[in-house]
């Protein structure tokens, strides 16, 4: 059975980037989390972190239909 919830550094493995860039996509409120228990770790829900996934596909594909050659000020 699949986990319903998983750490950042769980997170920041998936995605391949660093635990502070995972914590700051908490903080920032693009991929939702919640605190638990006494000490208050971050926990993100795993059909959150694959929303995340899918909504950043989505943003990429549409910044490609935009930029075709892939440049922008953005880069």
Known sequence: MA????QLAEVAEILDISSAQA???VRSGDL?????GGRG???VEST???DYIQR?????????AT???GS???D
């Open 48 to 50: 959150q972190l694959e």
């Open 23 to 25: 914590y700051a996509l």
């Open 3 to 6: 986990k319903r919830f998983i």
């Open 67 to 69: 930029h075709p050659l």
């Open 32 to 36: 939702p989390a919640i605190k638990v």
């Open 41 to 43: 770790q971050w926990r």
């Open 56 to 64: 950043m596909y989505a943003d990429t594909r549409a910044f490609v």
């Open 72 to 74: 922008s000020a953005d």
